[in-house]
Each structure stands twice: as C-alpha cells, then as structure tokens.
C-alpha cells in the first residue's frame, strides 16, 4: 500500500483529503519566499545607509584636507618675502665695472661682431668737455630685444670710456616686455632676474654680463638660455664673494616678482622725468630726457649726450621707429 495516497476515511471524498493535504505545502512556500524577500530588503537598505554615510564622511573628508591645502598655501604665500635686490636705484643697477666687456663670444662660439669707432667718433669730446658734472645715462633693456642689442652693439665702447673717465654714471633697469615671445619660457623675466642677482651678489661682473646677454642674445620667439645655462654665463664672469649663493639667485628666478613689478613702474612713468615711460622694449634717457635717435648710430647718440649735458639737448630730433614686437607688460 503506497503512502504517498492515504486512503480517505470513511464517507470523506477523496478530492477534499488531496487538497487538505496539499494547502499547507504551497502556503508554507509562499511565506519562506515573503519572508526571504523581506530579509533582501533590508539587506539593501542597510547597505544603502552605509554607502550614504561613507560618502558623506569622504565628501567632510575631502572638505577637510582642501581646507588645509589652502590653509597651507595660503600661509606659505604669505611668509615668502618678496625679494627685492638691495643694490638696486630706482629699480635700476649703477654700473661700477667695466672690465672684460669687449671678450665676449657668439652663440655659435665665434668672436661676437663689435662696433668699432671710426676715427671722426673717436674725436668726439667727452661730455665732462663742456660741462662739470657727469650725466646720467639710463637705460631700460629687456634682453630679448632686439633693439636693446643694437644699441649695446653700437654704443658699449664709447659708454666705458665715459665711465672710466667719471664723464657718466650708467644705470642699467633690467625689464621685462616680451616675457610671451619666448616660447613659454618667459626669457625675459628670467634674464632680468639673473641679471638682478648678479649686480647683487657679483656687481663688479654686471656691465660684462649685460654685454653677454645681449651680444649672445636668443632670437625672438625661441625658448632662449635655460636658468642653468644664465648660470653659467653669469659664472663665467665672476661669481662675486659667493658663486653658490649667485648660482641658486638665479635658478630660482629670485628677483622675477621684482621685476615684473619695476616693468609696471617703469610702463606708469619713470620718476624724476617730465612725463617720460616706457613705451618700448628699449629705451634711453640721458638727463632725464628720452633719447628719440637712431639706436645703431654711436655718433648720433653721443652728440644727444653732449648737447644734453650742456642744456642744450636737440629738439629736432624724429622718433625712429624701432624694429622690434610690440612691447607688452608681463601677465
């Protein structure tokens, strides 16, 4: 006798013992699967609380530490001193030596072309010929100018003659008007700036230097000397009473902010001037007086000089449109 369809008892039909015996099956099913359900549930939601608590404790987190990077960046900024080069006058760097000027080579290693006087220049008086006191020659260069190098070119011997005889004070203001026509690099706030460091730490090298610079001077539009390779050129004229100290002023763009802040001094005007300011990416004042005469002619320059010296300064003379970019502050 099988077991699996017990025999109904008496007078019960047998359809009514199936189904009896089948409820309790399906039923007891049904509950396991609402009660399985119930327990996924609260599996997810509590799943769903820890995920939203982990984000909001990370999204604290992260407000935390942006708070302390700022915080950091923030002080940092404001403890570093903004160097500013002791030696320098009214943003600009008296020349005190003239030594090892003319020994200066090319980019490519040959003897760099130097503008010689001829013998008519060489007969022009000093300007200590007609007046007592010396004049003060200033001039604003930005070492990626072409103009600027012209005039170097033409006017460097004739400006250490002047200086060794006491005839002129040279005053050199390094700016920076086409630190975005390098590539990126700003080569010339970074010239300015080693330029700066080595009339601070090695005075005696700067007319030689300034002379490097602008008779190795990179075209426009190139990457220029790398803070390294100023360095070294720096070096190479002498590094002063501490080449290590000079060396780190200059690979560290000590003196950029100083810089960029004397070009925007020098752009609003030049003090003790009548209204002069840097308008170019080279500019010469003798007495005050902007020089409007041709950068390449040393004998134009020095009759400037003279008649300048006397009160007497020319008033016929014509700006001469200088062929460089047009100057723009550094951002």
Sequence with gaps: MSGDNPTPPEGVPSSEVTETAS???????????REKAQQVHVQQSRARVVRRSALAVGAVAAVAVLAVVVSWAIGGAASRPQLSPESAEKDGFVVTSIAGAASITSMDGAPAPTETPSAEESAEPSPTATTSAPVQIHVFVDYLSPAAKEWQLANATQLSSWVAEGAATLTYHPVSMLAAKSNGTKYSLRAASAAACVATYAPASFFGFNDDLLQRQPAVDSDGFSD??????????????????????????AFASWVKAATERAVAGIDGTDGVALDSTSMVTVNDQKYMGEMTDPAEFSQFVLTTASGKASKSQAATPSPTPTASVTP
């Design 228 to 253: 390294k390779e100023l360095a070294d050129i720096a070096l190479a004229r002498g590094g002063g009473d501490d080449p290590k100290k000079l060396r780190e002023c200059i690979e560290t763009q």
């Design 23 to 33: 409820t309790p099956t399906v039923q007891g099913r049904r509950d396991a699967v």
